[in-house]
Every structure is written in C-alpha cells, then in structure tokens.
C-alpha cells in the first residue's frame, strides 16, 4: 500500500458538522475527535468531494474506469430490489483509502501582528506519520505553579522577527504566552524547521514571510483550551418569507473551522479490486486522486453562504531527518 500526505487550507470558515449537539451552547458543533477533542474533517467527506470533482472532470470510459476503481461503485436508489441485489454480487471496494484530515495549525487572533498560526507538540507528534518527516518535537510545557501561588503560566515559541511578539509575551485571545528565551536554543532550533518546512509546502516563494512571521508553537493545555473556544461561532436565522421577519424558533447557532484552518490528511492507496485492471499500479491511481497541483475545492456544508472554500495541496518534499530535541 502505498501512501501520500496532503495539506487541506480553509479559504472561508469550514463547517464539517456533526448533527445537532447535546446539552450544549453551540447547536451544530463541528466533529472532533472523542479521545482528544482535536477538530478533524471526516475522510467521507473529503471522499465524496473528489469523487464529485472527478466523474465531473474526468469520467470514465470502458477502457479506463478509473474512478470507479479508485471509489468502487455507487448504489443505483432508482433500481428494483432484485437488480441491486444482482449488482450486489459484483460489487468491490475502491482502491483508495481516505484518512480523516487532522487540525495542525488553528489561526488565533492575537495582540500583535492581527493574527497567529497556532500548533502545539502534540499536534506536531501526530502528523509526523501522516507528513513522513523526521523533524523535531519540540518539548514544551507550561512554566510550574510557583511556590508563591502564581498559576502556572503558558508558554510559546516564535521564530526570529516574529511580527506577535511583544516584549516577552505572546497575547492569544485572551492568554498570555511567556516566550522562550535564548537559553532555549535547542528548543527554538526546533520550532525554526517545523516553520521553514511548512511555508515552504504552504505557500509560494515571496509570501513565506506572511507565515514565518506568524507561526507559534505553545504548549499543549493552551493548544486544547484554543482548539475549543477560538473556533468561529455564527448565529443563524431564517426569515419568514410573508412576514418578512425571523421564523419564530429559528435561530441557532453554527460552529465552524476558522479560515486559514490548515489540516493534514493522508490518501493510500492499494492494488485495484475490479477484475480485469490488476496492470494499474497503486501510484497511478493516486495521481489520478490528487495529482501534484493545487485543487480548489468544496468541504462540509453551507456551501451556497460561502462556508467550506479550501486548497488541497499535495506534499512535495521527502522525509527529513533530525534528531528530537529535548531541551
């Protein structure tokens, strides 16, 4: 089985919802994770999507039904009971398997330099496997309650030039992040190659700086309370069409993965399970799901009121070797 990363970049808010909520404030949550909470797009849906994009784009022909081999085949609703349950005999699963794709960097409004990209160690550690990169984990934790009563304070990591930095403070939403120290090299060192590698897969050369300037690493209690309270909540209405006014009991409200979310997902891929196309390799199948550019698409709902806009991008550069730092 072979596998490949992508990085998923929310253009406008993205609502991949769960259904209505239980005894809580916000009434359509997005999904995350049980065990951690950690916000994630659902491998259905980015799924359903590129097959969408793809019978669109490229349909199938007999002699290379490739989205049928990499989606297997779709329930025909329309057909009798007997003739779906003869077609049920002949049916096969799609080559291509899709992973859910994880929150790593949640955008957080800051203080200074308007707003902050935010990931923890935590967040790091699990995408290394999806990405295929060695690079560092950096070991950050929160400075210990004081013998004094002072509550234990949060802690963050800039790189050099950081546009949020003020004095030695990092201000998100409403924490105050100390930054470490010079002393910290090895720390710092290690937040450094996690920066440069992500701008280079992210963004072009010429706009790296936008990130650069913006990323943070912070520890991962302030990490989880950001990833529950500084998503985007909107409350919603429906009008009545003769009053012209709210619908009595319409109003709720929606949560939703802010823009410039960015998530990483993993595609893999095995030998096809139609028979008669065994010659088709696992890469080529690939190719055909996400190809190397760029893709312009469509997630979660509430797509006709601008939410779900987002870039697939591929992720180009090989494994990197480091050891972990541990400061």
């Excluded at 491998?43 to 669109?56: C, W």
């Excluded at 201000?171 to 710092?188: H, M, P, S, T």
Aim: hydrophobic share 40%; with cysteine.
């Amino acid at each position: 089985m072979i596998q490949r990363a992508v990085l998923i970049q929310a253009l406008s808010p993205l609502h991949a919802g769960t259904g209505q909520a239980v005894n809580s404030v916000v009434d359509l949550p997005i999904a995350r994770y049980r065990s951690t909470g950690i916000p994630f797009l659902p491998g259905s849906s980015i799924k359903g999507v590129l097959r969408d994009v793809l019978e669109e784009r490229v349909p199938d022909t007999r002699e290379s039904p490739l989205n049928l081999i990499c989606f297997g085949p779709k329930p025909d609703l329309q057909e009798s009971e007997e003739q779906q349950e003869e077609k049920e005999k002949k049916r096969f699963a799609g080559a291509v398997v899709f992973n859910d794709a994880r929150l790593l960097l949640l955008p957080v409004r800051s203080l200074r330099g308007t707003f902050a990209y935010v990931t923890s160690p935590l967040l790091l550690r699990l995408a290394q496997a999806d990405l295929a990169v060695t690079l560092p984990i950096p070991k950050l934790r929160r400075i210990p309650q004081g013998q004094d009563g002072q509550p234990a304070e949060a802690r963050a990591v800039v790189l050099p030039g950081s546009a949020l930095l003020h004095r030695e403070y990092v201000y998100l939403e409403d924490i105050d992040c100390k930054v470490a120290q010079e002393a910290e090299a090895a720390l710092i060192e290690s937040v450094k190659k996690w920066g440069t590698w992500l701008a280079e897969q992210l963004f072009k050369e010429g706009e790296r700086d936008l990130f650069s300037e913006r990323f943070v690493v912070v520890d991962d209690e302030t990490m989880t309370f950001l990833w529950e309270t500084a998503t985007q909540v909107d409350a919603r209405i429906r009008i009545n069409d003769k009053t012209h006014v709210v619908q009595e009991g319409a109003l709720w409200y929606e949560e939703s993965l802010p823009a410039e979310s960015i998530l990483v997902g993993l595609l893999a891929a095995d030998r096809p399970r139609k028979p008669g196309h065994q010659p088709i390799t696992a890469d080529m199948l690939l190719d055909h799901v996400i190809g190397e550019g760029r893709k312009d698409l469509q997630f979660g709902g509430k797509a006709t009121v601008g939410r779900g806009r987002a870039q697939v991008l591929p992720v180009r550069v090989a494994a990197i070797h480091a050891p972990e730092v541990q400061p």
